[in-house]
Structure formats: structure tokens, C-alpha cells
């Protein structure tokens, strides 16, 4: 039985919204791209948000609004995805990795933040569908030390408290609609802030200088960053499924507990925050093993995030494995399980039997 790692959840559903784009006759950012924009904000609970072409130039934008540049160093965790980082680099400032709390929990240690006079942001990450799991703490710590607090939420769009969620706790916040995220339009990205002159670098950064199109006065200097209305109109489309997105993750999740759960250890989840796996992560003793064990059984299994301290782009930075004992660990434990909806209680069954033979 082949088990890929994802498939999109997208269906003729989608493709009949798309018509509406074409009879609308207006196919780039327009009146779907401000539709969703408003919804967005609705769900999130934020006051302020732009699109951006996909959720690294999101973060991007994000580090330009906020003004970092050459000089300033911003603080990463060394277990996320490479974009997190990618962003401080593109905005020209320097990318400081820090370890996580423990492999099951991907929360930034802060005893081990180093601060300097050059430290100006910190970049935090929740990933696969949860909370951070001490975000007061890390809210707090970003108060007393004057840094600004950027979330990089691709992962986490509906992931809440019951009041608060996830890309409200920071200054600036970012999210992705990436293939494989909650929802999807493809590629494409979305900036949240609370703060309305962030907003207002935002805007003139991601149209080419201007505020608004069809005029050729260019007060700044800015790029384009806009999306179009036939991502706007599938991001429409895929909010319509929210629902049903959340109630079949949360499905999968339950099965794979059933079938492994007492064997395996899970990530560890936020307490009092909702959970919509992205993916459903587990730790064994060899992650590479149980990954190639899965493998000549036609699944397909994925790792967690390589270390940043050891991608090889950033080996420049001088970092050696001394500080980051958790994040490496995760990465030699840690396995993605498949967890796309579609998913049968057989293809989690056979998914469980093959990682439970491969650490018997």
C-alpha cells in the first residue's frame, strides 16, 4: 500500500470558484484578494494585514516593516523550516539560532538568549498545527529586553486559546498557503500587525512604492509582493472547508494515537490552545532507520527540520553542536507521519505496523 506524505486538499469545489475570477474579468489582486483579506483578519483577530507572493517574502516584509537591517541581530530557533531564517538574511540582518526547550517541544529556550547591543528581534516559530508552548514567557521576555517579536506562523492559521491566536501575540506575524498548510492558494502569503505605521511601510513595500495600483508616482522604493485574485478566490474556496479540515486532522491525529500511542513518544502540545496537526510528528530512537524501514514499504515518511546550525548556507555563521543539544536530537528522532485528509484508518494502521516493526 502506498502512503505519499501529502496530498492538497482540493477538490472541483475549488475549481468551480475559480469561474467567478474569469466571469469577474479582473484575474490579478483585486475584489477576491480584499474578500479574503477581511476573512483572514476576522479569523486571526488582527487589525491590520497584507498579502504577500508566498510566506518568505512574507517574513521579509515583515523584518523591512519593522525596519531591521545590517547591524541587527535576530533571534531564531535552530529547529524550524529554513525560511524563518531566510528572512532575517534577506532583510540583511544577522540570523542568531538559539536551541528549543527539549526535542518534543520546539519552544525557544530563552536561557539560552545572549543578548547584545546588537540584538533587536526574535523570531519565534509554532509548528505542526500547535501553540508555542510558553509564549507568556516569551511575550514577557521581549517586553523587558525592547526586541520586537516576529511570529512565523505559516503552520498555524486557526490555532487559538479561545481568544487569542496565534500571529497576535508579536508585533508583526506571517502565515504561508503553501500546498501543504491548513488551507492553500498555491503559493502566497499574509502579513498581520496591530501596529498601523507597520502597517503603512507594508503597503508601500509590496506595491512597488505606492499605496495603490494604476498610479505611476512612487513615493518609496518598494517591490511587488502582490498575489491575484485567482489565489484569492481558492484561498476563499478552501476557508469554506475550515471546518471540515479541522474535524478530519483531528481524526487522523486520534488514529495514529490509537495505533501508537504508549510506544512512541508524540510532540508535546500547547496547553489550552487548539491543535490542527500539519503534520503528525513522533520520536523513536532512529529516525533515519524508521524512515528507511517505512520506506521499502512504500510510505513515505519525512524528517523534522535540519538544524540551522548546521545547514550548510549558513556554516559562514561559525556554529558548532555544543549549544543545541535538543534541536539535534530532534532532528535524529523526530519523524512527519503522513496526515493528509484522505487518509483511511487501513493507511494509518499499515503507516503505524511498518514504524512499530522498524524499532521492534
Given amino acids: 500500500m502506498k502512503v505519499p506524505q501529502f ?14 475570477v474569469f466571469e469577474n474579468n479582473y484575474i490579478a489582486e483585486g475584489p477576491f484578494a480584499r474578500e479574503f483579506s477581511d476573512k483572514l483578519l476576522e479569523i486571526i483577530g488582527s487589525p491590520y494585514g497584507v498579502f504577500a507572493s508566498n510566506g518568505t517574502v512574507a517574513l521579509y516584509l515583515a523584518m523591512r516593516a519593522l525596519e531591521l537591517g545590517p547591524g541587527d541581530d535576530v533571534f531564531v530557533q535552530n529547529s524550524t523550516f529554513i ?8 532583510a540583511g540582518a544577522n540570523p542568531v539560532f538559539v536551541d528549543v526547550v527539549r526535542y518534543d517541544d ?52 486557526a490555532i487559538t486559546d479561545g481568544v487569542n491566536h496565534c500571529g497576535t501575540f508579536g508585533d508583526v506575524a506571517t502565515f504561508s498557503f503553501y500546498a501543504d498548510k491548513t488551507i492553500t492558494t498555491a503559493e502566497g502569503g499574509y502579513v498581520v500587525t496591530r501596529h498601523e505605521d507597520v502597517y503603512e511601510r507594508m503597503r508601500f513595500l509590496r506595491n512597488q512604492g505606492r499605496k495603490q495600483s494604476g498610479t505611476f508616482l512612487h513615493p518609496e ?15 476563499l474556496s478552501q476557508l469554506k472547508k475550515l471546518d471540515t479540515i479541522k474535524r478530519e486532522k483531528a481524526k ?30 513522533v520520536f523513536v530512537d532512529s529516525a533515519e532507520k524508521s524512515a528507511q524501514y517505512m520506506a521499502e514499504k512504500e510510505i513515505e515518511p ?28 530532534c532532528y535524529e528522532k523526530g519523524i512527519c507521519l503522513p496526515t493528509w485528509i484522505g487518509l483511511t484508518e487501513e493507511h494509518i494502521e499499515h503507516v503505524s505496523n511498518a514504524l512499530l516493526e522498524s524499532i521492534s
Fill in 7 to 20: 496530498k492538497s486538499y482540493v477538490d472541483k469545489t475549488d475549481y468551480a470558484h475559480l469561474e467567478a
Fill in 83 to 90: 525560511a524563518s531564517a531566510n528572512g532575517v538574511e534577506m
Fill in 106 to 157: 520546539l519552544s525557544i529556550d530563552l536561557n539560552k538568549v545572549h543578548l547584545t547591543d546588537k540584538s533587536k528581534a526574535m523570531v519565534i516559530a509554532p509548528l505542526f498545527g500547535t501553540a508555542y508552548s510558553n509564549i507568556a514567557e516569551v511575550q514577557q521576555f521581549c517586553r523587558d529586553n525592547n526586541l520586537f517579536l516576529i511570529e512565523d506562523a505559516a503552520q498555524a492559521l
Fill in 221 to 235: 522604493i518598494g517591490y511587488n509582493f502582490r498575489i491575484t485574485d485567482m489565489q484569492a478566490a481558492l484561498g
Fill in 252 to 281: 487522523i491525529y486520534d488514529l495514529y494515537y490509537k495505533h501508537l500511542g504508549g510506544h512512541v513518544e508524540f510532540l508535546r502540545l500547547a496547553d489550552g490552545f487548539n491543535h490542527i496537526p500539519f503534520r503528525v510528528v
Fill in 302 to 329: 519525512r524528517s523534522v527540520f535540519y538544524p540551522l546550525h548546521r545547514q550548510p548556507c549558513y556554516q559562514h555563521l561559525g556554529y558548532g553542536d555544543e549549544s543545541f543539544e535538543q534541536s539535534i536530537a
